[in-house]
């Protein structure tokens, strides 16, 4: 092979590598702040000694859904996002218990799997976490046809009554 051929592979193979390491770039620093942005949190799981934070308060949320999730997302002005774990997002009807800065949140996104999320934007989504208190979210119900839906309905609703049944059956001190 003559060096001129040679030095025409080399350029065109520069000149892909080139085109091709700022998409690398960009999606290799997407992927650090995703996971840079985010605290994930689990679920308290049974009646044990919590102690909050300084002017934390506790997140009591239902999630009833008839696929599991892979993440809920909740964001406030000026806190780092949650994420919520997968392990508390199983089918099925579950409850969530978390300690929270105070603040005003919203469930900015609710991921199906992993192929589809859903970015929620109405004001349904905002709820208030005030310290030293158990807060109440509500009852987030989620229903797709299959896990790789690209559709799916979503509601929050008022079961606080069921809520309380579960604090007093898993937390009773």
């Not at 199906?112 to 509500?138: C, D, L, Q, T």
């Not at 046809?145 to 008022?158: G, K, L, T």
Request: net charge negative; hydrophobic share 40%.
């Amino acid at each position: 092979m003559e060096r001129q051929d040679k030095c025409k592979i080399a350029n065109v193979l520069c000149h892909s590598f080139g085109e091709f390491m700022p998409r690398l770039l960009l999606l290799s620093l997407s992927i650090i702040l995703l996971f840079g942005c985010a605290t994930q949190k689990n679920s308290y799981k049974g009646d044990a000694d919590v102690s909050l934070g300084s002017g934390e308060g506790f997140l009591i949320m239902g999630v009833d859904t008839n696929f599991p999730l892979e993440t809920i997302v909740l964001s406030a002005p000026g806190i780092k996002s949650i994420t919520l774990s997968k392990n508390d997002l199983k089918s099925g009807k579950n409850f969530i218990l978390v300690n929270l800065e105070p603040g005003e949140y919203t469930i900015s996104e609710i991921e199906v799997s992993s192929n589809y999320y859903f970015s929620m934007k109405k004001e349904n989504w905002r709820f208030v976490i005030s310290p030293h208190s158990i807060n109440y979210a509500g009852n987030l119900k989620v229903r797709t046809e299959h896990m790789f839906s690209n559709h799916a309905y979503f509601a929050m609703m008022n079961e606080s009554s069921i809520a309380l049944e579960f604090l007093q059956e898993k937390f009773p001190s």
